[in-house]
């Protein structure tokens, strides 16, 4: 997670959620419970104050991932024209290359300590994920209630729905409603459960593409040595 890649997180999560109506069909409704926790308010404010608390961290390791980059940018350029072609990559890549070794040495070298550094803003994320998870079944009940629902079914269990059957958005409000924030500050010892960094990892595949897409639009000015990572979530229970 670099201080870049933070920023990003607020408007992720909108990919989750493409439409959907406020009501539901003949007592049966769908949810992405996903999208709920993940496009939540209250998860937007713990990213933006992770950024700000752990700023110093993410600095230093957004400093050490482009100094990184710029090492593998070097050791792949082998013409030295200032671009990593196709071929200079999948060179790399063959068995035994050296270069491929020398590649390999540099981000086993540095990569520790650039997630060292990520991990404390990481759990945060994590635990904030964690928070609100248990939050959604009490607004699921809730809207559930209010539009009297019978059914609810996830949209993968289904072949069909319209879309007046996607109470995702009604679930999310209600969140928002009774859960505007939450801590970002994980006990002593936490470790997130196995669901959290699914999600966590689902998340950050979001902010991935987007990245990728807003960096394929831009003018190339090179192909990039090796995309910076996000940082490895931490391990579930």
Excluded: C, H
């Amino acid at each position: 997670m670099t201080k870049t890649s933070l920023a990003a997180l607020a408007g992720a999560a909108a990919a989750l959620v493409a439409g959907g109506a406020m009501a539901q069909t003949a007592g049966i409704a769908t949810v992405q419970p996903d999208a709920v926790i993940l496009s939540a308010k209250a998860f937007d404010a713990a990213n933006q104050q992770i950024s700000t608390t752990y700023k110093s961290q993410l600095d230093q390791a957004s400093q050490q991932q482009t100094a990184l980059n710029t090492q593998l940018r070097a050791l792949l350029d082998t013409n030295k024209d200032g671009q990593v072609s196709q071929a200079e990559l999948q060179a790399a890549q063959t068995p035994n290359s050296a270069i491929g070794n020398q590649v390999r040495a540099a981000q086993e070298k540095a990569e520790p300590q650039i997630e060292s550094l990520q991990r404390p803003a990481t759990l945060a994320q994590a635990y904030a994920i964690e928070q609100i998870s248990q939050k959604y079944d009490a607004a699921l009940r809730a809207v559930v209630t209010a539009k009297k629902i019978n059914i609810v079914l996830t949209p993968g269990a289904i072949q069909y729905a319209p879309a007046s059957t996607d109470v995702t958005r009604d679930v999310i409000a209600e969140i928002d409603r009774s859960t505007p924030t939450v801590p970002v500050t994980p006990p002593a010892n936490w470790q997130p459960t196995q669901e959290t960094v699914q999600l966590l990892q689902q998340y950050r595949q979001i902010v991935a593409a987007n990245a990728q897409r807003r960096a394929q639009a831009a003018p190339a000015a090179g192909t990039p040595a090796a995309p910076a990572p996000a940082g490895k979530a931490p391990t579930g229970r």
